[in-house]
């Protein structure tokens, strides 16, 4: 039994990091704090104050694991020293750390996250940060770490304790399985996922594609993972889980606040002079060239910042936002969500469209031959500056001219985003435009009794 020595009187917050633990054989970060935090709960000698959080960063990285995600796990203790000492036992014993992953796993105690562990983490969200960046930080600030492989994780993990998620954010009920179910088939009734996505919709989202008929809460690796239910609230994603009539016996669940759904990577205005490649933003900007699609079914244009700069951007087909970009014109005032995308031998730097929405759009013309006062029919050119004569009364005027015709533009003034099945885990749904949340600060986190459970 293990003895717990106070090492201050006073308790303080631990932030834990926690980064890439996941590779190819079934490991994942989310699982790793699930283990952890199941720990923390079972000596009660910790207090969480707030939900695990789940952070996407960048998800332009190319060097980044499968989605991105980094957790950070926050409670009070007046035992960090012994805490911490358990927490690399269990990381070690628990082999909660793949082989082959570049894990990354940091702890700060303080009350409160300094502001350049603040700013490192938001620059992390849409921006690339380096490995050395994190270690500075790490040692300006006693952070303690561990890392393997390439010690890429470290970046993530101390972007994680530094983002607080004051602004908006989501929720989600991970459900994960036993050891012995990994790698086997998920099973579940799709009926019962579009019954509660009918009952709690929009207050839980992306549970179903309806127009491709799929359920989109089951992940299809060998990961610990048997569901992720993402919502508006605590209480909502877990009630829905509760919902769900699952055969398999699971290990438990946990609730995750997350910036999933947010678009929180895109939230940086570029000018496109100096845009670097894997980077995330937004630009208000103009259509400078049409849209031509492209092999595969992908419309490619170009855009004009208000500074004058030109750079493509591409829509890709899966997005189902093809039809829409192609009919841009060039003039048209669009806003664009984008990540960078690096130029390669065949294609220049090209802009990834995440989001358009169509501003502004311009009036176009089409000319037509004028009509015959007689009969009323479109008269027929004599040639250049010959005049027009009727093919039915075969009068002749001279004088006519051809008549400009506004042209009914087939494209609305709003926002389009891709569809579900073609959602980043960080993608705001377009339902979830107007639902933005905020916290006052993560002191008013109260959590709600049924975030953890362990079968
Ligand atoms: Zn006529």
């Known amino acids: 039994m293990q003895v717990y020595t106070k090492t201050s009187a006073k308790s303080s917050v631990v932030h834990i990091g926690l980064d890439d633990t996941d590779?190819?054989?079934?490991?994942?970060?989310?699982?790793?704090?699930?283990?952890?935090?199941?720990?923390?709960?079972?000596?009660?000698?910790?207090?969480?104050?707030?939900?695990p959080l789940l952070i996407r960063l960048n998800p332009n990285i190319p060097w980044k694991t499968r989605g991105n995600g980094a957790v950070c796990l926050r409670f009070r203790t007046a035992y960090h020293e012994d805490v911490l000492d358990r927490l690399m036992d269990l990381v070690?014993?628990?082999?909660?750390?793949?082989?082959?992953?570049?894990?990354?796993?940091?702890?700060?105690?303080?009350?409160?996250?300094?502001?350049?562990?603040?700013?490192?983490a938001r620059k992390a969200l849409y921006d690339v940060v380096s490995r050395k960046m994190a270690e500075e930080?790490?040692?300006?600030?006693?952070?303690?770490?561990?890392?393997?492989?390439?010690?890429?994780?470290?970046?993530g993990s101390i972007a994680a304790i530094g983002t607080l998620l004051q602004e908006d954010h989501t929720f989600e009920a991970v459900a994960y399985r036993k050891q012995e179910k990994c790698?086997?088939?998920?099973?579940?009734?799709?009926?019962?996922?579009?019954?509660?996505?009918?009952?709690?919709?929009?207050?839980?989202?992306n549970n179903y594609d309806r127009s491709h008929h799929r359920v989109l809460i089951l992940p299809h690796g060998p990961d610990p993972v048997f569901c992720g239910i993402r919502g508006e609230s605590a209480e909502i994603v877990v009630s829905a889980l509760r919902k769900l009539q699952i055969s398999e016996k699971l290990e438990g669940h946990m609730v995750f606040r997350t910036n999933?759904?947010?678009?929180?990577?895109?939230?940086?205005?570029?000018?496109?002079?100096?845009?670097?490649?894997?980077?995330?933003?937004?630009?208000?900007?103009?259509?400078?060239?049409?849209?031509?699609?492209?092999?595969?079914?992908?419309?490619?244009?170009?855009?004009?910042?208000?500074?004058?700069?030109?750079?493509?951007?591409?829509?890709?087909?899966?997005?189902?936002?093809?039809?829409?970009?192609?009919?841009?014109?060039?003039?048209?005032?669009?806003?664009?969500?984008?990540?960078?995308?690096?130029?390669?031998?065949?294609?220049?730097?090209?802009?990834?469209?995440?989001?358009?929405?169509?501003?502004?759009?311009?009036?176009?013309?089409?000319?037509?031959n004028p009509i015959c006062l007689t009969c009323n029919k479109r008269m027929k050119s004599e040639g250049m500056n010959k005049g027009?004569?009727?093919?039915?009364?075969?009068?002749?005027?001279?004088?006519?001219?051809?008549i400009l015709i506004l042209k009914p533009r087939m494209i609305?003034?709003?926002?389009?985003?891709?569809?579900?099945?073609?959602h980043r885990h960080l993608t705001k749904p377009v339902h979830r435009y107007g639902m933005e949340k905020s916290l006052r600060s993560t002191s008013a986190i109260t959590?709600?009794?049924?975030w953890f459970s362990k079968t």
């Not at 930080?137 to 010690?151: M, S, T, V, Y």
């Not at 790698?183 to 989202?205: H, I, M, N, W």
């Not at 609305?412 to 099945?421: A, G, H, I, K, Y």
Request: glycine share 8%; aromatic share 10%.
């Open 183 to 205: 790698g086997t088939l998920r099973k579940l009734d799709s009926a019962q996922v579009v019954q509660y996505d009918t009952e709690t919709f929009p207050y839980t989202f």
């Open 260 to 368: 999933q759904g947010t678009n929180q990577h895109l939230q940086n205005e570029m000018g496109f002079a100096d845009i670097k490649c894997y980077t995330a933003g937004f630009s208000q900007c103009r259509v400078d060239s049409r849209p031509t699609v492209i092999e595969g079914g992908h419309a490619i244009f170009s855009v004009r910042d208000p500074v004058g700069a030109v750079v493509n951007a591409a829509v890709y087909e899966p997005t189902d936002l093809v039809n829409i970009a192609a009919k841009l014109e060039v003039g048209d005032v669009i806003k664009i969500g984008f990540g960078v995308r690096k130029p390669s031998s065949k294609h220049l730097r090209i802009l990834n469209v995440e989001y358009l929405q169509v501003l502004e759009t311009k009036e176009i013309f089409e000319t037509v």
């Open 412 to 422: 609305e003034t709003r926002l389009f985003v891709p569809t579900p099945r073609a």
């Open 23 to 51: 590779s190819t054989r079934g490991k994942c970060t989310t699982h790793a704090a699930y283990r952890i935090t199941d720990y923390l709960l079972n000596h009660k000698f910790s207090e969480f104050v707030d939900y």
């Open 447 to 450: 959590l709600c009794p049924a």
């Open 388 to 402: 027009f004569r009727c093919h039915k009364c075969g009068s002749r005027n001279k004088d006519a001219k051809k």
């Open 137 to 155: 930080l790490a040692k300006r600030h006693q952070i303690r770490f561990f890392i393997d492989g390439n010690g890429q994780g470290l970046v």
């Open 92 to 120: 070690d014993h628990e082999r909660l750390v793949a082989s082959g992953a570049n894990p990354g796993i940091a702890v700060y105690c303080g009350e409160s996250i300094p502001p350049s562990i603040q700013s490192f």
